[in-house]
C-alpha cells in the first residue's frame, strides 16, 4: 500500500511539471552596448614674464621692483581651481619677513598695472603674512579664464585650454631695518590645481 501511495505521489508531481511546462511565457530582451566612461586630465603649465624667477640685487627699505607676471594655464581637459602660496626655501628670515608682494589680476587688456576694467587686487603685504593656498581664481578676481561670461560654471575655476595671469610687483616694507644689510633670501612660489565639482 505505501509503493502504491508512493507511486500515486510520484506520478502527481510528474504531472504537475508536465503540466507547468506547456504554458509559453511571453520574453523579450533588449542590450544598450558598449558603454564607456574615461576620465579627464587636471594639469597646469606656469609661464612667466622674463623678471621671473626674481633675481634682485641691492635692494633697500623702500625698494619696489617692476610689474612681472606668471600666467596659470590650464593643459588638462577639467576645469580648476587655481591656489598661490609662498615658500621660503633659504637665506635670511629676517629678510624674508621684510619682502612685500603686490598681486593683481591682469585686465580685459591682459597687461598689468594698466589700470582698465577688470584688473582687481588680489594682495598687498608682506610675503610672509600671505595666507597659503590662496584662492586666486575667483569670481572676484576676474579674468578672461573665469566662467562668468555665461559660457559655463561654476565661475571660480580656470577652464581648459585657458590662462590667468596674476600680475606681481615685489618689493622690501619701507620700515626694515639695518638688521637685513648683506642679507639674501630665496622663496619660491607654488601654484596647485585643485578640481572643483560644484
Not at 598661490?84 to 626655501?89: D, G, H, R, V, W
Not at 610675503?127 to 561670461?149: C, G, I, K, R
Request: net charge negative; glycine share 10%.
Amino acid at each position: 500500500m505505501k509503493r502504491i501511495l508512493a507511486s500515486l505521489v510520484t506520478i502527481a508531481l510528474l504531472g504537475a511539471l508536465a503540466a507547468g511546462a506547456t504554458f509559453a511565457v511571453f520574453t523579450d530582451q533588449e542590450v544598450l552596448g558598449s558603454n564607456t566612461v574615461a576620465t579627464g586630465t587636471l594639469a597646469l603649465t606656469l609661464n612667466h614674464s622674463a623678471g621671473k624667477p626674481y633675481s634682485i640685487s641691492n635692494a633697500y627699505p623702500g625698494y619696489v621692483g617692476s610689474w612681472e607676471h606668471i600666467d596659470i594655464f590650464n593643459a588638462g581637459t577639467l576645469p580648476f581651481e587655481g591656489y598661490l602660496s609662498f615658500n621660503k626655501t633659504g637665506g635670511d628670515t629676517g629678510l624674508y619677513n621684510e619682502l612685500t608682494m603686490k598681486i593683481e589680476t591682469a585686465g580685459g587688456d591682459g597687461l598689468c598695472n594698466t589700470n582698465d576694467f577688470a584688473e582687481n587686487l588680489i594682495y598687498n603685504g608682506k610675503v610672509s603674512a600671505f595666507t597659503p593656498q590662496t584662492l586666486v581664481s575667483s569670481l572676484n578676481y576676474w579674468h578672461l579664464a573665469n566662467e562668468d561670461d555665461a559660457s559655463g560654471s561654476p565661475a571660480d575655476n580656470i577652464r581648459s585650454n585657458w590662462t590667468e595671469r596674476l600680475c606681481q610687483q615685489v618689493g622690501v616694507d619701507v620700515s626694515a631695518g639695518n638688521s637685513i644689510m648683506g642679507k639674501s633670501v630665496t622663496f619660491s612660489e607654488v601654484v596647485d590645481a585643485m578640481q572643483d565639482n560644484d
